[in-house]
């Protein structure tokens, strides 16, 4: 056995895949949205409160996940469906600049995909919903 491979089974003995790692994750997202959007201030107490609130919010998603089973396996899915998808896009995107890529030489070109850019906004977001209920 590898040296790798015992400290990811001795990680998954304590528990920090199932508990820890979920939990830093909710927290951050949670303390991102808060600071971002500002919602107690800006200054040093609001950081404070924004970090206590996050805190208890991550608590909460951790002790009282609303998913079937645990946030770990949740997160787990999501992230590896939503790689595939990634993965897919990204393939789509180099095989069709490598096709039409020489055609576009100038920037007026590219008019046509601002206007129809909520067309693959909503691919994306129907995209982005079946992977959220199929995880």
């Known amino acids: ?5 015992g ?8 528990g920090v895949y199932e ?31 924004s970090t206590l609130v996050s805190l208890v919010a991550a608590l909460y998603v951790m002790a009282f ?9 949740f997160f787990a899915t999501f992230f590896a469906g939503t790689s595939v998808v990634l993965v897919v896009i990204l393939s789509l995107l180099m095989i069709t600049m ?16 601002g206007k129809h850019l909520w067309v693959f906004v909503i691919i994306g977001l129907l995209i982005t919903l079946s992977l959220f209920a199929a995880s």
């Open 1 to 5: 056995m590898s040296l790798f491979s």
């Open 7 to 14: 400290v990811v089974d001795s990680l998954f003995k304590y």
């Open 19 to 49: 508990f820890y790692l979920p939990f830093l994750l909710t927290f951050a997202i949670f303390y991102a949205l808060i600071r971002r959007t500002r919602v107690f201030g800006g200054d040093k107490v609001a950081n404070n409160i």
């Open 65 to 73: 996940s609303p998913f079937a089973g645990s946030i770990s396996t």
């Open 98 to 113: 490598m096709l039409f890529g020489p055609f576009w030489t100038k920037f007026g070109d590219m008019e046509w995909w």
